[in-house]
């Protein structure tokens, strides 16, 4: 079953904490972005990838950290630094090279912090 | 700086009736504009874009590069258009995607 998988679905974590959120794809996309959705805020692009071990910041990436060692996998990892985790995290692919401009996203991770 | 600009969060039509949902953008060169949907339980996806100048599901948006905008419009609304509707901008060039805050579209039976 190709497409992107995200896990988990549901996260708590105590605050003080760093918590990673994975995000796999099989369908052999070269780029690889995480997004914040927030009520009322729409997407907030945090981090993106090109290429393997390449990756830049969004407009929030303040306490939040990503790598990229495979092309399949682009883990973010929110930080004890995020002064406001709580939040719907959207990982999404694209198969840049083609020019379409397509992304094609996950079913999302909810994380809360208690 | 790109920016995309959703003015409206909530729209209530009634089924039958014409919708149009908002989009302007502020970008300094030529951008490809983009709108994509969520439907209930559902995954974000991309409805359609500019450059295909494509109708989908009865949709369908014109670039109007003199007043920045990228309004999605249907003259007949269905009750399962019902979804939040965002609107994106890609500069030329540009691996990031900007998109607005959203309209969630409500087709009342």
């Known amino acids: 079953d190709g497409g992107i998988t995200q896990s988990p679905k549901y996260l708590f974590r105590k605050e003080g904490q760093n918590v990673t959120l994975s995000c796999e794809q099989n369908l052999n996309h070269d780029a690889m972005y995480w997004y914040r959705q927030d009520p009322g805020q729409g997407l907030r692009l945090i981090y993106y990838?090109?290429?393997?071990?390449?990756?830049q910041k969004g407009d929030i990436a303040e306490g939040y950290s990503v790598s990229r060692e495979k092309k399949e996998s682009f883990p973010l990892t929110v930080t004890s630094a995020q002064k406001n985790p709580t939040a719907f995290y959207l990982c999404a692919s694209s198969p840049w090279t083609s020019g379409t401009g397509e992304l094609f996203f996950g079913e999302g991770s909810r994380l809360t912090v208690l | 700086a790109q920016r995309v600009t959703q003015p409206e969060k909530l729209l209530s039509v009634f089924k039958g009736a014409p919708v149009e949902l908002k989009c302007n953008y502020s970008y300094s060169g030529s951008p490809e504009l983009f709108w994509y949907v969520q439907y209930s339980r559902q995954r974000l996806q991309l409805l359609l874009r500019h450059i295909s100048r494509e109708s989908i599901k009865g949709f369908t948006a014109d670039l109007n590069k003199g007043e920045t905008s990228f309004h999605l419009k249907k003259p007949f609304a269905q009750e399962e258009d019902s979804a939040m509707y965002y609107c994106?901008?890609?500069?030329?060039?540009?691996?990031?995607?900007?998109f607005g805050k959203g309209t969630k579209l409500s087709v009342i039976p």
């Open positions: 990838s090109q290429i393997v071990n390449d990756f």
């Open positions: 994106a901008l890609k500069g030329a060039g540009s691996y990031q995607l900007t």
